[in-house]
């Protein structure tokens, strides 16, 4: 079955930069697109972007796209989402989903941003 | 931007009642509106995509309608486990997927 399996919980210093990981198995990796998700303290979704697994395009959200990056390693069938200059705005669960439609979701990462 | 509303923000009903959740498009998004559900400290689960395809396994109580600007989530029958925040999505403009703020459905 699909699985994405995520990177666990980190607590980060405003200013500095974030990676999570999102591991996928029980499919061919270059099948679905990933995107991530995230969502504040008790806040709705943000969709971040979007990265096609097969040729790595990318769309950014426009929010964010000075301060993204997703890149994929197929080696290892895991797709990466970097944030820099994080801010406590920045505080939130993070997901990758897979499929047009969200099929599939990672468990979730939280990040906390505070000095 | 295609801003997303949904509402109401808070619906409390009983078991057994249907429910009827509302979510408006700021433009067309043509039939590209997919409905989530969200229980605290979980992952959304996908309901319905495509304005009203049901995802594999998601009960038949749960019908998604609409075109165009204005859609629909009915709950029929509503049961215990359904109490959770729903959202909706567009994929209408792919460089700029948006969601609606969701509502919350209380069963009591």
């Known amino acids: 079955q699909v699985q994405l399996v995520q990177s666990g919980p980190e607590m980060k210093k405003p200013g500095a930069s974030l990676k999570v990981s999102c591991k996928a198995s029980?499919?061919?990796?270059?099948?679905?697109?990933i995107s991530w998700v995230r969502q504040a303290p008790g806040q709705g979704l943000e969709w971040m972007g979007w990265?096609?697994?097969?040729?790595?395009?990318?769309k950014y959200s426009r929010k964010l796209q000075d301060r993204v990056t997703m890149t994929t390693d197929t080696s290892t069938n895991t797709v990466y989402m970097e944030l820099q200059s994080l801010t406590s705005d920045d505080t939130a669960v993070y997901y990758c989903?897979?499929?047009?439609?969200?099929?599939?979701w990672g468990q979730g990462s939280l990040v906390t941003v505070s000095s | 931007e295609i801003v997303l509303t949904q509402s109401p923000a808070t619906l409390s009903l009983s078991p057994g009642e249907r429910a009827t959740l509302s979510c408006r498009a700021s433009?067309?998004?043509?039939?590209?509106l997919t409905w989530y559900q969200q229980k605290p400290g979980q992952a959304p689960r996908l309901l319905i995509y495509?304005?009203?395809k049901r995802a594999t396994g998601i009960p038949d109580r749960f019908t998604g309608s609409g075109s165009g600007t204005d859609f629909s989530l009915t709950i029929s029958s509503l049961e215990p486990e359904d109490s959770a925040i729903y959202y909706c999505?567009?994929?209408?403009?792919?460089?700029?997927?948006?969601f609606g703020q969701g509502t919350r459905l209380d069963i009591k």
């Open positions: 989903t897979a499929t047009d439609h969200f099929d599939y």
């Open positions: 029980g499919y061919s990796f270059t099948t679905y697109g």
């Open positions: 990265i096609n697994t097969y040729n790595d395009n990318t």
């Open positions: 433009q067309t998004v043509y039939t590209y």
């Open positions: 495509d304005a009203s």
């Open positions: 999505r567009q994929r209408s403009d792919w460089t700029a997927i948006t």
